[in-house]
DNA sequence: AAATTTTATTATGCATGCATAATAAAATTG
DNA sequence: CAATTTTATTATGCATGCATAATAAAATTT
């Protein structure tokens, strides 16, 4: 692997990544993408879907498809926002919160077990690598000159 | 970032690049995909579609429909294999073969610039821990025993 | 307050990924 | 060598990403 280039290692390992959470996810009929919307979603109160996308990584049309889908299955409920007549309130019905709590632990042991096998130093390293990837892509700062 | 899981990391830094690729390629009516296919064909005596798929991290099916759509805008064409009657040969076109050039450059900044801007150390962490997320994918340990 | 701009959401189309099924050619088995 | 299995490719359907356009509601400007 040490002698793939670093697009082509972090390309093939989240496939492989979103690959495994998708067979998990399939075992119940459902999706890598509604497994992480269920966990973002407040499961007292419900979210604006204002925040649901920012906190997922998402873009707002992409997000949208889906919870038309979630909402379909009857994982989520889509209610009118009382303080903003153009955003709406996502809110878990007892399917969805049951989903949501298998989701949950899917993705803590997958976190939990990459922790305990590698220490914490290289992690940070890791961590360190992608926010300089991401900050040198949102600075437009490797193929543009310079321009904000 | 630091309080996101190594998911969430992978999959945005990973999105964030595919996306910055697919800007790059579109000012030439190209795609991402392409542009890594186009890197992959030996621009002398052409590829057997067999080598390219592994080559690339992608499966033949995947590879398929992007080989099509690629044989119709002019920039390869699919040559029966005389070693073996299912397999076929993948040459550039000349008009190819200008694509690649480009496609080259773009990939050799992008990685050269994220090296030339972090220690070689935290790199190898950074491939140490993708190695350590697809081993224990490959064997299937995280959320399976040990069948293997 | 009316006009303009911004923001939130949805719909739709295309790109790229996987799964599955179909087909044809090779390889293997009996 | 005939029958079976494996391999290479393609077609198709669905999931998920982005881009773009449409729409409606806020927010801002004048």
């Known amino acids: 692997m040490r002698d793939k280039t670093i697009d082509y290692v972090l390309r093939t390992t989240w496939l492989a990544v979103q690959k495994m959470y998708n067979e998990e996810a399939s075992k119940f009929d459902s999706t890598m993408a509604t497994g992480f919307t269920l966990l973002s979603i407040d499961p007292e109160s419900g979210t604006p879907s ?19 889908t979630m909402e379909e299955s009857g994982l989520i409920e ?14 878990l019905t007892p399917f969805g919160r049951e989903k949501r709590d298998y989701s949950r632990e899917k993705v803590l042991t997958f976190n939990e077990t990459i922790r305990g096998q590698i220490s914490e130093e290289k992690i940070d390293h890791f961590y360190e690598v992608a926010e300089l990837i991401n900050g040198l892509i949102s600075k437009k700062s490797i193929y543009n000159q310079n321009e904000d």
Do not use: F, Y
Not at 50 to 68: D, F, N, V
Not at 78 to 88: I, L, Q
């Open 50 to 68: 204002t925040a649901l996308g920012p906190k997922m990584g998402m873009e707002a049309t992409s997000l949208s498809r889906i919870l038309k």
């Open 78 to 91: 889509r209610k009118p926002n009382p303080k903003d007549g153009r955003s709406v309130l996502i809110h």
